[in-house]
């Protein structure tokens, strides 16, 4: 039995983590707030630009605002990033690999579809996946578990034939909440960021569905979410 994948879309389909934190920071200069963006989005990274901004601000803002706020980050990010997306190297040769190999693949991010389309239809990659999960797909995004579970269900594969590629701690502790393995891709992060992935890469180079069955047999169960981390405030947004 091959798992089904799972792929998280920012700083794993590319490695656009840099690019996201320059668009908060400049929105964070218009704000007269003095939060630093690379330092907010170590330990946020995964969640909805909305959930996300919640945390900057010491009283509640309207959820309307925050939808403006968002929408004036996703242009910046948008701008940014323009001429500089790539498909996260040795990406679209493992992708074809797992395909070969009889992998089921899912993209689950929570993007909503114009954002998804931005990465993946302008890099080709959407031919690689049998289903695409985003925002639009589940009531709660991350770090709750739907995003994975959903398109889990929709592969027709257990939470525990999945395994989920993750960059952010969040997204690894949802596939954690949900049953499902994780390889991190250390795009932003370092493997000691992380709790207990069967992998830590920090791209798809020399990456294959062979190895990833190796790693596997090294952790034949899935780990259980650190409570520590999931009793953060950040984590019942």
Same mark, same amino acid.
Do not use: C, H, W
């Given at each position: 039995m091959f798992p089904a994948l799972i792929f998280d879309m920012d700083g794993v389909l590319v490695d656009n983590t840099?690019?996201?934190?320059?668009?908060?920071?400049?929105?964070f200069r218009d704000l007269g707030l003095t939060t630093n963006a690379r330092q907010l989005l170590q330990r946020l990274n995964g969640m909805p630009a909305t959930n996300i901004l919640k945390t900057v601000f010491h009283n509640p803002i309207p959820d309307?605002? +925050?939808?403006?706020?968002?929408?004036?980050?996703?242009?910046?990010?948008?701008t940014l990033y323009w001429?500089?997306?790539?498909?996260?190297?040795?990406?679209?040769?493992? +992708?074809? =690999?797992?395909r070969a190999a009889g992998h089921k693949i899912a993209l689950g991010t929570g993007s909503p579809p114009e954002t998804i389309s931005y990465i993946i239809d302008h890099l080709d990659l959407r031919r690689y996946f049998d289903v695409v999960i985003g925002k639009a797909d589940v009531a709660k995004g991350k770090p709750h578990a739907d995003t994975f579970?959903?398109?889990?269900?929709k592969l027709g594969a257990r939470p525990a034939d999945c395994?989920?590629?993750?960059?952010?701690?969040?997204?690894?502790? =949802?596939a954690y909440k949900v049953g499902m393995r994780v390889v991190a891709v250390g795009s932003s992060l370092k493997e000691k960021d992380f709790q207990n992935p069967c992998a830590y890469i920090k791209n798809f180079t020399g990456f294959s569905p062979e190895r990833l069955q190796e790693l596997l047999k090294?952790?034949?169960?899935?780990?259980?979410?650190?409570?520590?981390?999931?009793q953060r405030k950040y984590m019942n947004l």
């Open positions: 840099p690019y996201q934190a320059r668009a908060f920071q400049l929105l309307k605002q +925050l939808k403006e706020y968002a929408s004036q980050r996703e242009f910046l990010y948008r001429n500089k997306r790539r498909a996260m190297p040795g990406l679209v040769a493992f +992708l074809e =690999a797992a579970a959903v398109a889990a269900a395994i989920v590629f993750e960059d952010a701690v969040l997204g690894e502790q =949802a090294t952790q034949p169960q899935v780990p259980k979410p650190d409570k520590q981390r999931a």
